[in-house]
């Protein structure tokens, strides 16, 4: 009996077949593919069959035997009776088809000079077409099949059918391309959904289906830093290795949607169900491990959603629109795992979209407000400007925190129009305390990562400070830590126009990223803000304030100005004053208030000065 192969071995056996089956002449590369796994198995025979348009009839075209030293290309039809044919159809429409002698004589085996100890079977699908079969043949030895070395097998054949199909030298010419994913010869995604359609609501009765949408997570970075070329390699990769599903699972069709986005149909048994997404984890973490193995140096993460459908009602396109849905909030939420989906999620979907509809309603009633919150001086307790944060007040006198629309809107691109709301308020505000000779402070706003995908900013910063006529100086534009390291080019253009203006720049959040010296002094930043997560404990550890202090003269060293953030003890300002942090924001010196509660606060500190210095 030969030796069973471990999982790493399997991945191996794969590894190889893809690796063959790359930019080589399809008979050589398909016959190395062939006798490289009946060599790794160790089994008798490993032969391919093509249908051909011959009634009820195969052809062999491809064979590897024990006794031979290479595998050969063939030319033998086998034909079948018709009963033969359907019974094998219905099989081989769920999948693997495995004949051991203790199950009787099989009944598609073709004809063979003496009866084999079994024979395992793999029907090959282009589109929604049966091509023919990858079968394992034994003759000599019993064996025992591990649900990994069946797995490998179906992964094996899937792509070997894929890479025959993509050279249209063969049985798929016969068939409308249009049926067919021309980079991983999936089934195309219009097919797909014109085959689910047809078949959704037989496909329901005792079982349930299980539709699962997935993507690669930042596949973009693979295409633009390893190549377009290296990208298909991998897709063809995955399409080889998702059809490879498990003998549970065997009734499922697969797709790709669109670039790196796959969905899949499964027909479970309901008793299947709540261990369907541990199967679908397993396989995406096989397929991760795959796919890592062919392109060293990346982490490869599957973002998957799944829904289940019981009721005949709901159709197919929605059934995949929910799994899609899932798949997003799974990608969104950093997820390792497959996300169900859930109704809750659809109310999520109805919010955005009662945000999207009244957004422009509130800008144009001034139902978002500017907020403040004060920035002080570390010397003297003064008043040293403010942070313009946003808030959505409804008519009836209610909010909607910016928690619960910032987000969306930064996804939509709809934040572009709440922050120019901002800046045009802070404008405003600036030029009436100016025409009212009152004193002014600088402000800083938000700039949204969305603004640096665009030109649209800074023409409309100059257009704000022509109308109003405000010093440059008493604005300032905060981007956070993670804009800065996602854009660094970009980033550095917005830093350099916005100093050519007069304006000042801060990085905001900083510490909550991965930023670097090296990125530090090579952008010119007028202003550090240390983030409010180094003061998570109101009484400072000796870590925390190692941190801080090592910051504040790293910064200090490079001619910044440093602020710390998230400030709500009196031990905590102490502390600060004494690492010579130059400003301080947060609750324990005030909360965001509105313009006029703002005014009077600033009359306030005025006040005190005034005091003080008296």
């Not at 459908?309 to 997003?328: G, M, P, Q, Y």
């Not at 009436?432 to 023409?459: E, G, T």
């Amino acid at each position: 009996m030969c030796a069973t192969l471990s999982s790493e071995q399997c991945l191996g056996l794969v590894e190889f077949t893809s690796s063959e089956l790359v930019e080589k002449p399809v008979e050589s590369a398909v016959a190395s593919a062939v006798e490289h796994i009946r060599e790794a198995f160790g089994v008798s025979c490993v032969r391919i069959r093509e249908i051909i348009p011959r009634p009820f009839s195969l052809r062999y075209t491809y064979e590897s035997l024990d006794d031979r030293s290479k595998a050969r290309r063939v030319n033998q039809t086998v034909t079948f009776d018709e009963a033969e044919w359907e019974e094998a159809m219905s099989v081989f429409s769920n999948g693997i088809y495995r004949y051991d002698r203790s199950q009787g004589e099989a009944k598609f085996i073709g004809r063979v000079s003496h009866k084999p100890l079994y024979v395992i079977e793999v029907p090959m699908f282009c589109g929604k077409h049966f091509l023919g079969t990858f079968d394992i043949v034994e003759f000599n030895s019993e064996r025992e099949w591990t649900h990994i070395e069946l797995s490998a097998v179906t992964i094996c054949a899937n792509m070997i059918c894929q890479y025959i199909s993509r050279t249209n030298k063969c049985f798929v010419t016969r068939y409308d391309s249009t049926d067919i994913d021309p980079l991983t010869g999936l089934m195309s995604f219009t097919a797909f959904s014109e085959n689910l359609d047809e078949r959704f609501t037989d496909m329901i009765g005792d079982t349930c289906i299980a539709v699962v949408y997935s993507d690669i997570h930042h596949f973009k970075y693979i295409n633009e830093n390893y190549g377009y070329k290296k990208g298909d390699e991998l897709l063809k990769l995955t399409a080889g290795a998702m059809s490879g599903s498990s003998e549970e699972y065997t009734g499922t069709t697969l797709s790709r949607v669109h670039s790196d986005n796959f969905v899949s149909a499964s027909a479970l048994p309901k008793e299947f169900v709540p261990y369907f997404e541990d199967f679908i984890k397993e396989q995406n973490d096989m397929l991760c491990s795959l796919l890592e193995d062919n392109c060293p140096g990346v982490k490869i993460r599957m973002n998957t959603g799944i829904c289940y459908v019981e009721d005949a009602s709901i159709t197919a396109a929605t059934a995949i629109a929910n799994a899609n849905l899932a798949r997003k909030k799974a990608k969104s939420e950093s997820l390792r795992r497959p996300l169900v989906f859930a109704d809750s999620m659809m109310d999520d979907i109805n919010y955005q979209e009662y945000l999207n509809n009244e957004l422009p309603k509130a800008i144009a009633n001034r139902e978002l407000k500017v907020y403040y919150q004060p920035k002080i001086n570390c010397s003297d307790d003064s008043l040293y400007g403010a942070e313009a944060l946003v808030r959505w007040q409804k008519p009836d006198g209610s909010f909607i925190y910016p928690d619960q629309f910032i987000p969306f809107f930064e996804k939509n691109g709809n934040i572009v129009d709440v922050d120019f709301y901002v800046y045009r308020e802070v404008f405003r505000y600036l030029r009436k305390r100016l025409d009212a000779s009152l004193p002014v402070f600088p402000i800083s706003m938000n700039v949204s990562r969305v603004h640096l995908k665009s030109d649209r900013i800074i023409p409309y910063i100059k257009e704000l400070i022509a109308k109003y006529d405000v010093p440059p100086s008493l604005v300032e534009f905060e981007l956070t830590e993670n804009i800065y390291m996602n854009n660094l080019l970009k980033a550095d253009e917005f830093i350099s126009s916005c100093r050519a203006l007069g304006a000042q720049v801060s990085m905001d959040d900083f510490g909550s990223g991965y930023s670097s010296l090296n990125v530090m002094s090579s952008l010119s930043i007028d202003t550090l803000k240390i983030d409010r997560i180094f003061l998570k404990n109101e009484d400072l550890n000796d870590s925390d304030k190692t941190i801080i202090e090592s910051m504040i003269t790293m910064a200090k060293r490079l001619g910044m100005n440093v602020i710390c953030e998230g400030v709500e003890t009196q031990a905590q300002s102490d502390f600060l004053k004494k690492a010579h942090c130059d400003q301080i924001q947060g609750y324990y010196y005030g909360r965001p208030m509105d313009e006029e509660s703002f005014d009077k606060f600033a009359m306030e500190k005025l006040g005190c000065s005034v005091a003080k210095n008296q």
